[in-house]
C-alpha cells in the first residue's frame, strides 16, 4: 500500500511529507528538517516545556478553530495531519518585530541562559490567543509544564502579569500594592528603587495582529475524511476516519496500539524501546471525541483530551446543584495537579484509563466514583463499572486486544454522598503520585449511616486497587470516631506494602493511605456540619479545620530593591544599572544560537555513548554485530582508537574510554556513529557488552567501612578543642546527611567536532564552561599540540558547575569520532544519560559535636566530613576544602577542628556545583547551631546573632573579616520581615492549628570569593577596535545565562566611556584568549572584568594623543585617526588576583579575596498529615558591593535561592542498592517549579556597600545566595518541632534529625504520631531496598 502525504502547516508555511515517519517528533522535524531551532530539546519527554509550540486546529465537534500548546518532543510528525504548528520564530524576532510576550520576558530579565525561554514564551503566547486578559492564577496555570533552572521564574511571572486582568501592571496608576511601580520609596532610602524594568515601555498586545489561521485548512474544516497511512523505516501509522474502520483495523490488528496524545507511548518507544509497529490514531472520530450530559453523569468519548474533560467539568460545576458535582469536584482536584497545560491539552482521558498505570491520578477517583465505561468492537459492545476488577494487573485492564474504549460515563453525585480526591507527590505540579485516591461515602438518606463507602488508591499496588475489605465492614456504621479508628486500623492491614515494594518510600506512602482518609473523614464531618448544624455526629474541632482545606495559594507579591545610580551618572554608562541581559531579545525569539542550534554539516554524522550497566565489573567482551546492522552505522569507537593518551581528568586517574573494567554505571566504554541521532541511538540498544562483576561500594557508609578513600584526610584545626570542650556547659552531638544535586540545566551537554584535515586541526563547538581543559584533553587524547584544537563557546543553555569539567567526556570521546572518520561529528546528550553519566553535588555526611554555654555561646566544634566523591576524583578535593573553609558559618568559634575524607565509590564522579561544598558545610553548622538553641531553651535568632563574628575578627584561618557587612545585612533583614511580629504570629498559627504548622527562620550566609587553586585567579581579555569605532571584546569567560558577557560590556563601556551598543561579544574562544580558568567560582566578574578594564585602559592611553589633539571629535574620530596614524586598536588585558593562596598543611595564607555576605528569613507552612510545605514568605538582603547590574544580580541571587530550594527541600536522586541512578529526568527527579517559589519574595541588595576589591566596588554573586535557602530547611524543622511538640507532651526541647532535603516523606515521617505509628513497616537491614542513600 502506498503511503499518504502528510500536510501541514509551520508559522503559516504549508509543509508536504511525502514519506513521513511515525517514530519522527515534530520537535526533531522542526529542528532538522525545517531549521527552526528555536524550539529546544531540554528533556524530551514532557517534562521541561521547552519544547513548547502552540498547535491551531479546526474542531469539527466544537465548530470552531482551536489554539493549544503542546510538547513537540512528544507530538509525532503523523497526528498533524491539517494541523498548523505555531513555534517561536512564528510570532516575532528581532529582525522585525518583537511580539509582546517575547518583548516582557526579555525587558523583565525573565530570561537568563534563554533555554528555556521560547517554551515559556509559546506557553504565554497561546493562553493569550485564548485568552487576551488572563487572570494571574491562569498565567501561574499555564506555566505548570514549563521548567527553568536559572531565574527562579520570579522575573517570568512578574514580566507576564503585565497582560493579567488581575494584579497586572497598571503602570502604577491604580492604587495596586501589587504593582512593580507602586512599591513605595522610603524617604530614609532615598536611593533604594524597585524598579527592574518599565512596563510603560512595552508594547501593547494587539489580538488583532496576530497570524491568521491557514484560509487553506479552514477551507477543508467540512470536506470528507478518508483514512490515512503514514508508512516508516519500522512503524505504520493509520488516521482511521470512522468507528466502523477503526473497529475493523483493530480486529485486522489486534496488537495495534491507538494513539491519542501520545504521552505514554511517546515515553515507551523512547525509554523504554517499545516498538509498536502498527499505530492506529482514532482522533478524528467522533464517537470518541463526543460530551453526553446524561441522566446519571457526563460521558465523555475515550479520545476527549484532559484539558476539554476540565472544562466541561468546571462548567458543570457551575451550573448544576452542588450536591451532584461531589464527583467532578473530585475529578478536578486530580486535574489541577495532573501534568502541565502542555500535556493535559492532548493527553486523552482514555489514554490515561487504559495505560492502567498503577498510579494514574483518574482511576481511583473513577474506581471510587462508579465510572462506567463502554467497551467496543467489531461487532460487540459492552458497558462494565470500573471497579476492583478492572485492572486485573500491572498495566492490565479488561479489555480484549480487539476491544477499544469507546467511552466513560462519570457519575453525578446523589444527596447524602461525599467525594474527595487527595494526591501527594514530591513537588505538587506536574508530578506523579506516591498515593493518590479517591474516595467517597454515600449515607442512608438523613443519617450519619454509611450506605457505601468506596476508598480507591493509586501508588499502594501494582494497579488501581480498592480497599474493599476495610469499607465493607463498615457499611450501616456511624460516621464517627469508632469508624475513623476502624478504618485507619483495616487499612494499615489491607494496603500493605512490602518493605522493598518499587518506588520505595513505603512507610510514608502507608501513612498516606490513612492521612488521607483522616482528611476524608474530617472533610465530611465539616460538610455534614454545614449541612445539619444541629449536629449528628459531633462538632468538628477547630483546630482540625485547616486540615480539610484544599491547597491555595496567594496571588505572587515581590519587591526587589537596590540602589540607584548616583545623580549625574553620564546615560552612557550603564554600570549600576538594570540593563537587560544583552541576548534576552534573541533568546526570546529563538534567534540565540546554542550548541545544538549550529546547522548540521553536510555530511555529519551522530554520536551517542555506550555506557556501563554495571557499578564495578571486568569487560569481558563487547559485541557491536547487532549494533553494525542498524541503517546508517558508521563505527564503533573505543579505546583502541585512541591515537594519543586514554588518561584523562582532573587527577589523571580516568580513561576517555573504560578499556577493562568499569567503575559506574555510566561509565563511558565506547560510542557507536551513525548517520541520525535515532539510528545512534538503536545501533547504541545494539552493543551487547558482558561483564565480571565485582563487588561495589555505593554509599559513604560503605567507604568508611570499606577504608576506600581518594587521598588522605584534609583537616583544620584552631584553638585548644579538649579545653574548650572541658569548659562547655552542654555537649551536643549528631549526624546530618545532605543529599547529592542534579544541575539539570536545560541544556544538557553538547559537542560537535568538526575535523580540519591538516595537520591535526580540530573545531570544536562545545557547551562548556572550560574551554581550556576542553582542549588540552582533546590534544592529549589525539596526541597533538594543543595549539592544533580550537574550542569554541558561544552560549550555554546553564551550567552551574556541571560544565566545568565533566562536559570534556562527552567532548573528547566526539573528538575521537571526528579524528576516526575524519567527518563533522555530534552528540548532545539526552536528559537520562546527562543524569546517569555527568555526576552531580556532592552528598554529604557530617558527624558533629559541639561544646556551648548555657548563654548559647559556641566554646567548641569537632566536624568530620564525608563527601561522596564517585569514581574519579574531579574536583572533590577542592569541594572538600571549601566545606572545610565554610565550616563556621557567620560564626565564630574558637576551638574548632575539621575534617574531611572524600569517599572513593561506584558512583559517577561528583563534581562542581554552584556552592563547592560551602552549602553543605554551612547546612551541618546551622544544624548544630539550630541544636545549640533548642537545647538553651533560646530563640534560634538569638543565638545565631550571639555567635556571630564582629568586623576585624579572624576567622579559624585566620582571615581578618574587613568591611564585614553580616550584622547589618542581619539587622536589615531582621526589621524588613518584621521577624518578631511574624514570629509571634506563627505561634499563635501553630496553637490555633494542630494538622498544618508554621516555622519561621532567620540565617545568615557567608562566602568567600577566591578559586582556592591560587594560579586559577587570572584572566586575560582581547579587545579589537574597528575602524568604524565598533569594538569586539573577547574575555576569558563563557556565558551560561549569568550574565557575564552584559557585564563585561557594561565594565567595557564604562571604561572606555562609549555606549554598550558599539560593543559586541561574540563567543569564547580558545584562539583568542587561551589558558583560561573555568568560569566558575563565582569570580568570572571579578577576574575578567578587571582583565577587560586592563585592555581598555591600554587603549585609552593610545588613543590618548588623538583625543588631545581633537578634544571635541568623537570615539569614531579618535579611533579613525589611530588607524591612520599606524596606532594599534588592538589589546590585551592580563589580571591577576593579588595576594591569595592558603595551605591546609599549616593553616596559614589567605584562601579569599573577599567575602559575599547575605541574610534570608523565611516562612513556610506544612501539611502534617501529608508532608506537603507551603513557602509563604522570603525575604533577602544581600551585599553584592556596588551592584555592577542591579537585574542580573538580583536574578543571580533568586535563582540560586531557588536553586537552593531545591536542593534542600526537593531534588532527590534515588539510586538502587546495585548503584544505579533510578532517578534520570523530570518525571522522577524534580526541580523547583513555579508553585514552589515563596508567595512573597522580597529581594534587597545592601546599599552604599562598595567593595574595595573588585571591579567598580562590585562583588561576586553567583553562588553566595544558593545557602540561603537553607532558611526555608530550618523553618520546615521549626514547624515539625511544632508538631511534634503537640503529639510528645509538649517537648519542644527533644532533638531530632532531619535530613536534607526536607521532602514530602521526611517532613510526614518526622511529623509522629498515630498514623505513622500504625505504618512502619519493617526494621532496615532486613530486606533490599528499592533504593538507598548513598
Ligand atoms: C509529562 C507527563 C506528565 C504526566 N502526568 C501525569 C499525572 O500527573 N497523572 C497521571 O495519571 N498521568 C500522567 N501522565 C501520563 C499520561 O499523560 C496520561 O496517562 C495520559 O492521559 C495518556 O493519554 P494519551 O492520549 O497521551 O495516551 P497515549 O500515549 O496516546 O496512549 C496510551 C495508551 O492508551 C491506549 N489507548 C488510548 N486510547 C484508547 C482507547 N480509546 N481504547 C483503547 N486503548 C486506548 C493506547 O493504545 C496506549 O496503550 C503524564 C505524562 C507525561 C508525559
Ligand atoms: S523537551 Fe519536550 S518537554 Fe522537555
Ligand atoms: S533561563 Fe530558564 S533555564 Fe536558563
Not at 467540512?222 to 468507528?243: H, M, N, Y
Not at 564495578?616 to 569507537?637: L, N, R, T
Not at 514547624?1279 to 517532613?1307: C, G, M, W, Y
Request: aromatic share 8%; hydrophobic share 35%; glycine share 8%.
Amino acid at each position: 500500500m502506498t503511503a499518504d502525504e502528510l500536510v501541514f502547516f509551520v508559522n503559516g508555511k504549508k509543509v508536504v511529507e511525502k514519506n513521513a515517519d511515525p517514530e519522527t517528533t515534530l520537535l526533531a522535524y522542526l529542528r532538522r528538517n525545517l531549521g527552526l531551532s528555536g524550539t529546544k530539546l531540554g528533556c524530551g519527554e514532557g517534562g521541561c516545556g521547552a519544547c513548547t509550540v502552540m498547535l491551531s486546529k479546526y474542531d469539527r465537534l466544537q465548530n470552531k478553530i482551536i489554539h493549544f500548546s503542546a510538547n513537540a518532543c512528544l507530538a509525532p510528525i503523523c497526528s498533524l495531519h491539517h494541523v498548523a504548528v505555531t513555534t517561536v520564530e512564528g510570532i516575532g524576532s528581532t529582525k522585525s518585530r518583537l511580539h509582546p510576550v517575547q518583548e516582557r520576558i526579555a525587558k523583565s530579565h525573565g530570561s537568563q541562559c534563554g533555554f528555556c525561554t521560547p517554551g515559556m514564551v509559546m506557553s504565554m503566547y497561546t493562553l493569550l490567543r485564548n485568552q487576551p486578559k488572563p487572570t494571574v492564577e491562569e498565567i501561574e496555570n499555564s506555566f505548570q509544564g514549563n521548567l527553568c533552572r536559572c531565574t527562579g521564574y520570579r522575573p517570568i511571572i512578574q514580566g507576564f502579569r503585565t497582560f493579567a486582568r488581575d494584579g497586572g501592571c497598571c503602570g502604577g496608576n491604580v492604587d495596586n500594592p501589587n504593582c512593580c511601580m507602586n512599591q513605595k520609596k522610603d524617604d530614609t532610602q532615598v536611593t533604594q528603587s524597585p524598579c527592574l524594568f518599565n512596563p510603560e515601555e512595552f508594547m501593547p498586545l494587539d489580538p488583532t495582529q496576530e497570524p491568521i489561521f491557514p484560509p487553506e485548512l479552514l477551507r477543508l474544516k467540512d470536506a470528507p475524511r478518508k483514512q490515512l497511512r503514514f508508512e516508516g523505516e519500522r512503524v505504520t501509522w493509520i488516521q482511521a476516519s470512522t468507528l466502523k474502520e477503526l473497529l475493523d483495523l483493530k480486529a485486522q490488528y489486534p496488537e495495534a496500539k491507538l494513539v491519542v496524545g501520545n504521552t505514554e507511548i511517546g515515553i515507551e518507544m523512547k525509554f523504554k524501546n517499545r516498538l509498536f509497529p502498527v499505530i492506529v490514531s482514532p482522533a478524528w472520530i467522533p464517537e470518541l471525541n463526543v460530551v453526553e450530559h446524561g441522566p446519571e453523569g457526563i460521558s465523555f468519548g475515550a479520545a476527549c483530551t484532559l484539558e476539554s474533560v476540565e472544562k466541561t467539568l468546571k462548567d458543570a460545576v457551575a451550573n448544576l446543584p452542588a450536591h451532584k458535582t461531589e464527583v467532578f469536584k473530585g475529578v478536578l482536584e486530580q486535574m489541577r495537579w495532573f501534568a502541565g497545560k502542555q500535556v493535559k491539552s492532548v493527553a486523552s482521558i482514555g489514554g490515561n484509563i487504559i495505560t492502567a498505570s498503577p498510579i494514574s491520578d483518574l482511576n481511583p477517583v473513577f474506581m471510587a466514583s462508579g465510572a462506567k465505561l463502554t467497551i467496543v468492537s467489531r461487532g460487540t459492545r459492552r458497558t462494565v463499572p470500573m471497579d476492583h476488577t478492572f485492572f486485573p494487573g500491572y498495566r492490565k485492564t479488561l479489555l480484549t486486544p480487539e476491544e477499544i474504549l469507546l467511552s466513560i460515563e462519570i457519575p453525578y453525585s446523589r444527596e447524602g454522598e461525599f467525594f474527595s480526591a487527595f494526591k501527594q507527590a514530591s513537588r505538587r505540579e506536574d508530578d506523579i503520585a506516591k498515593v493518590t485516591c479517591g474516595m467517597r461515602v454515600l449515607f442512608q438518606p438523613g443519617t450519619t449511616q454509611v450506605k457505601e463507602l468506596a476508598l480507591c488508591y493509586g501508588g499502594m499496588a501494582d494497579r488501581t486497587i480498592s480497599a474493599f475489605k476495610t469499607t465493607r465492614k463498615q457499611l450501616s456504621n456511624f460516621w464517627n470516631e469508632k469508624l475513623l479508628h476502624e478504618v485507619c486500623a483495616g487499612l494499615a492491614e489491607e494496603l500493605y506494602l512490602a518493605p522493598d515494594a518499587p518506588g520505595g518510600m513505603v512507610d510514608f506512602r502507608r501513612t498516606l493511605t490513612l492521612s488521607f482518609f483522616f482528611k476524608f473523614y474530617l472533610t465530611v464531618l465539616h460538610k455534614l456540619g454545614k449541612e445539619h448544624p444541629e449536629d449528628k455526629c459531633g462538632k468538628l474541632d477547630p483546630t482540625f479545620a485547616s486540615a480539610t482545606f484544599l491547597f491555595q495559594k496567594d496571588p505572587p507579591a515581590n519587591v526587589q530593591l537596590f540602589q540607584e545610580v548616583p545623580k549625574g551618572q553620564s546615560e552612557e554608562d550603564t554600570v549600576g544599572r538594570p540593563l537587560p541581559h544583552l541576548a534576552s531579545a534573541m533568546q526570546a525569539s529563538g534567534e540565540a544560537v546554542y550548541c545544538d542550534d549550529i546547522p548540521r554539516y553536510e555530511n555529519e554524522l551522530s554520536l551517542r555513548l555506550v555506557t556501563s550497566t554495571l557499578a564495578h565489573a571486568k569487560i569481558k567482551s563487547i559485541d557491536i554485530s547487532e549494533a553494525q546492522k542498524v541503517p546508517g552505522f558508521v563505527c564503533f569507537v573505543s579505546a583502541d582508537d585512541i591515537p594519543g593518551s586514554n588518561t584523562t581528568g582532573l587527577g589523571d586517574d580516568e580513561t576517555v574510554f573504560a578499556k577493562d573494567k568499569v567503575t559506574c554505571v555510566g561509565h563511558i566504554i565506547g560510542a557507536v556513529v551513525t548517520d541520525t541521532p535515532e539510528h545512534a541511538q538503536r545501533a547504541a540498544q545494539g552493543v551487547k557488552i558482558t561483564y565480571e562483576e565485582l563487588p561495589a561500594i555505593i554509599s559513604i557508609e560503605d567507604a568508611i567501612k570499606n577504608n576506600s578513600f581518594w587521598g588522605p584526610e584534609l583537616k583544620i584545626e584552631k584553638g585548644d578543642l579538649r579545653k574548650g570542650f572541658s569548659e562547655a556547659d552542654n555537649i551536643v552531638s549528631g549526624e546530618l546527611y545532605i543529599g547529592g544535586q542534579d544541575h539539570f540545566y536545560l541544556e544538557t551537554h553538547c559537542t560537535i567536532a568538526v575535523p580540519k584535515g591538516e595537520a591535526g586541526e580540530m573545531e570544536l563547538f562545545v557547551s562548556t564552561q572550560n574551554t581550556n581543559k576542553t582542549q588540552s584533553f582533546v590534544a592529549n587524547m589525539l596526541g597533538v599540540p594543543a595549539n592544533r584544537i580550537v574550542v569554541r563557546v558561544k552560549r550555554m543553555g546553564g551550567g552551574f558547575g556541571g560544565k566545568e569539567t565533566r562536559s570534556t567526556l562527552v567532548s573528547t570521546a566526539v573528538a575521537l569520532a571526528a579524528h576516526k572518520t575524519g567527518r563533522p561529528v555530534r552528540c548532545m546528550l539526552d536528559r537520562d544519560e546527562d543524569m546517569l553519566i555527568t555526576g552531580g553535588r556532592h552528598p554529604y555526611l557530617g558527624r558533629y559535636k559541639v561544646g556551648f554555654m548555657k548563654t548559647g555561646r559556641i566554646v567548641a566544634l569537632e566536624v568530620e566530613h564525608y563527601s561522596n566523591a564517585g569514581n574519579s576524583l574531579d574536583l572533590s578535593r577542592g569541594v572538600m576544602e571549601r566545606t572545610l573553609l565554610h565550616m563556621d558559618n557567620g560564626y565564630k568559634i574558637p576551638n574548632i577542628r575539621g575534617t574531611g575524607r572524600l569517599c572513593k565509590t561506584n558512583l559517577s564522579s561528583n563534581t562542581a556545583f554552584r556552592g563547592f561544598g560551602g552549602p553543605q558545610g554551612m547546612l551541618i553548622a546551622e544544624h548544630w547551631m539550630s541544636e545549640v538553641a533548642v537545647t538553651c531553651g533560646l530563640p534560634a535568632e538569638e543565638v545565631r546573632r550571639k555567635n556571630m563574628y564582629k568586623e576585624g575578627d579572624l576567622t579559624y584561618f585566620d582571615q581578618k573579616l574587613e568591611g564585614f557587612t553580616l550584622p547589618r545585612c542581619w539587622d536589615e533583614c531582621l526589621a524588613s520581615s518584621q521577624y518578631h511580629a511574624r514570629k509571634s504570629e506563627v505561634d499563635k498559627f501553630n496553637k490555633e492549628n494542630c494538622w498544618k504548622k508554621r516555622g519561621l527562620c532567620i540565617i545568615p550566609t557567608k562566602f568567600g570569593i577566591s578559586f582556592l587553586t591560587p594560579f586559577l585567579n587570572q584572566a586575560g581579555a582581547l579587545i579589537h577596535v574597528y575602524t568604524d569605532g565598533s569594538v569586539l571584546l573577547t574575555h576569558g569567560g563563557t556565558e551560561m545565562g549569568q550574565g557575564l558577557h552584559t557585564k563585561m560590556v557594561q565594565v567595557a563601556g564604562k571604561a572606555l566611556k562609549i555606549p554598550t551598543s558599539k560593543i559586541y561579544i561574540s563567543e569564547t574562544s580558545t584562539s583568542t584568549v587561551p589558558n583560561t580558568s573555568p568560569t566558575a567560582a563565582s569570580v568570572s566578574t571579578d577576574i575578567n572584568g578587571q582583565a577587560v578594564y586592563e585592555a581598555c585602559q591600554t587603549i585609552l592611553k593610545r588613543l590618548e594623543p588623538f583625543k588631545r589633539k581633537n578634544p571635541n571629535g568623537s570615539w569614531e574620530d579618535w579611533v579613525k585617526a589611530a588607524y591612520q596614524d599606524a596606532v594599534s586598536l588592538s589589546a590585551t588585558g592580563f589580571y591577576k588576583t593579588p595576594n591569595v593562596g592558603y595551605s591546609f598543611e599549616t593553616n596559614s595564607g589567605k584562601p579569599f579575596h573577599y567575602f559575599t555576605y547575605g541574610v534570608a528569613c523565611s516562612e513556610v507552612e506544612i501539611d502534617c498529615l501529608t508532608g506537603d510545605h507551603k513557602n509563604l514568605r522570603t525575604d533577602i538582603v544581600m551585599d553584592v558591593g556596588c551592584s555592577l547590574n542591579p537585574a542580573i544580580d538580583i536574578g543571580q541571587v533568586e535563582g540560586a535561592f531557588v536553586q537552593g530550594l531545591g536542593l534542600f527541600t526537593l531534588e532527590e536522586l534515588h539510586y538502587s542498592p546495585e548503584g544505579n541512578l533510578i532517578t534520570r529526568g523530570p518525571s522522577t527527579y524534580k526541580i523547583p517549579a513555579f508553585g514552589n517559589i515563596p508567595t512573597e519574595f522580597r529581594v534587597s541588595l545592601l546599599r552604599d556597600s562598595p567593595n574595595k576589591k573588585a571591579i567598580y566596588a562590585s562583588k561576586a554573586v553567583g553562588e553566595p545566595p544558593l545557602f540561603l535557602a537553607a532558611s526555608v530547611f530550618f523553618a520546615i524543622k521549626d514547624a515539625i518541632r511544632a508538631a511534634r511538640a503537640q503529639h510528645a507532651d509538649n517537648n519542644t526541647k527533644a532533638l531530632f534529625q532531619l535530613d536534607s532535603p526536607a521532602t514530602p516523606e521526611k517532613i510526614r515521617n518526622a511529623c509522629v504520631d498515630k498514623f505513622t505509628t500504625l505504618s512502619v513497616t519493617d526494621v532496615p537491614g532486613n530486606y533490599k531496598p528499592w533504593s538507598r542513600r548513598v
